[in-house]
């Protein structure tokens, strides 16, 4: 149920505050993730830099992106098995959008 919430919250989302999510995902200490963290934060990471001039100049305080704070917040309510759910779902919605 939580899940659906956050899919909803993504959908909403633009390319860029979706990319921020998945940076946040990959860089967290506290979440399960079964997928290759390093490798998703470097792919993610180049394609931000790529997109967002402020990005690429400047070090960024997630903070300030209320979404990406929020989505955040409810993936650490999940369980691990809906956490992977979620980053599987973003991961495939940002390839989705690549290739619009």
């Known amino acids: 149920m939580e899940n659906n919430k956050v899919e909803y919250l993504i959908n909403d989302m633009n390319i860029k505050d979706k990319l921020r999510l998945a940076i946040c995902m990959s860089q967290s200490k ?11 934060y470097e792919k993610h990471d180049a ?12 070090l960024i305080n997630f903070a300030k992106y209320k979404l990406v ?6 993936l650490m309510e999940m369980e ?11 991961y495939n919605t940002i390839k989705q959008d690549e290739l619009l």
């Open 80 to 90: 691990t098995t809906e956490q992977n759910k979620v980053a599987l779902y973003l």
């Open 69 to 74: 704070m929020f989505a955040m917040a409810k």
């Open 47 to 58: 394609m931000l830099k790529e997109i967002d001039e402020e990005y690429k100049t400047t």
């Open 30 to 40: 506290w979440s399960g993730f079964i997928y290759n963290t390093k490798e998703n």
